[in-house]
């Protein structure tokens, strides 16, 4: 099966999503679909579950390079975040959950420097895209009586700041790649 049953993370209130094979993109999405509308279908869970979910593949020892080299990945996250908009109410942020999953549902960027092996990276997020994310996150906290709209889109507009994907260098060097920082 490609998704297994939600399991605990480091902390006993975290829900981490173990995502397997991408062989069949749109049964995966299904099923994770069905999985996260959970967190959405009573309070009390949705309060639990606030910035405290997170995905097997977004922990990886790999880099936001090599995690966005996957376009069934990307294909993924970008038609899940379509039919379940929450991801930014949802998702941690203690592991780079947030981060990875902003550069998987951007658009990379990569320009060659000069006539060399060196590329600068650099993401673009959609605006409409992100507007309708941060618009579902709104909704959601005004839903649980978020006392202070205002302070709560502050916060969040901290949050993206942060965890928006960061620029970075690659070499390519015999066919590989080799990120610079």
Known sequence: MSVNREKEARDSDAKRFFVGSLKNVKRLESQLFDELSVLTDCRNRSRKYQENISFDVFDC??????????????SLFISLSKVWPYFLFFLTRRDHTLERYLALISNKVENQVADSEYFAVHFEIDTEQLYRLVRAAMNIAATLGENNLKDYSERLKQVLTVNLPKPYGVQKINNERIVIR
């Open 61 to 74: 020892d790999i880099t936001v390079d090599e995690l966005t080299m996957s376009s069934d990945l990307k």
